[in-house]
């Protein structure tokens, strides 16, 4: 099959992709560690633009980088931490983090990462979920220690929580 005529050459393309991705990491946002917005080292205010900024937080597919989507466009952001962060923790069928992005997820067995102050969820490879005070704050009245250490246990179900070292 033959390419259209109006198709840029490879070179030409590639040169384009490189300008693309240079484009998508000049953009100067940032989320700090409890999931405040920033551009160019001002702080968002517009509650609107804050929640449409939250639901687009993602990872890159390949590079598991932290990137923002609105629409059909996407450009990296600058996360302090990991740029998932739990809002809340809710107990049903299950244990279930509500996140900053507006998603529900499910805790795994796996547990909880305890690294300083801090309590985190490994959802999988690329996404770690950060808990944020509310969220750390509702687990106090379901933790227990054990002869296997601390857990969080809620209907009768148990989560471990495993001290790591932070970084």
Known sequence: MKAPEDAPPDDEAEAWLARLETLRRSVDLRLDGEGRWYHEGERFTHAGLIAAFDRG???????????????????????????????????????????????????????????GAHLYVQLDAARRVRLGRAAQARLGEWLEGGDDGMAVAVGGRRWPVRVIEPG
Request: proline share 7%; glycine share 8%.
């Open 57 to 115: 937080i993602d990872v890159h597919p390949e590079s598991g980088e932290p990137i923002l989507r609105v629409g059909q466009r996407w450009c990296y952001i600058r996360a302090d931490d990991t740029p998932l962060i739990a809002r809340r923790i809710e107990h049903d069928d299950g244990l279930w983090l509500r996140l900053n992005t507006g998603r529900r997820v499910a805790v795994p067995a796996a547990g909880f990462e305890s690294a």
